[in-house]
């Protein structure tokens, strides 16, 4: 009987979680600060419902694969939606443009709306 009350716990569990969805990039704003070198500020939104499920970092992908920033997130935003938070110093080569900003949540990972955004 304990085992399938602890079974029937996860899966209603389980279930909520994955209810919040992916997270998704809304807006980013870029600010040149010096020679390939710029700031980031991204808005992303997600359902996050505390530690077990929540935006834990964005990205900027160059368009060759390479990730050249990240802004990890070390908490949930759960009163918080959508919100905004900045990165600076993001070197970018010639060779990573066009560049993607995408959302990583801690269940779905990524997945959800991404922006490539022109730079300035």
Do not use: C
């Not at 834990?56 to 919100?83: C, K």
């Amino acid at each position: 009987m304990r085992v399938f009350l602890v079974s029937i716990l996860f899966v209603l569990f389980f279930s909520i979680s994955v209810q919040a969805g992916e997270a998704d990039v809304v807006e980013v704003k870029i600010v040149k600060i010096g020679e390939n070198t710029y700031q980031f500020d991204v808005t992303v939104t997600h359902n996050d419902e505390g530690w077990n499920h929540y935006v834990n970092r964005w990205e900027v992908v160059g368009g060759d694969g390479t990730v050249v920033g990240t802004r990890i997130l070390h908490h949930p935003h759960v009163n918080e939606q959508p919100f905004t938070r900045s990165l600076s110093g993001i070197v970018i080569p010639k060779s990573a443009i066009p560049v993607t900003v995408r959302a990583h949540d801690s269940v779905h990972e990524y997945g959800g709306k991404v922006i490539s955004p022109a730079l300035p």
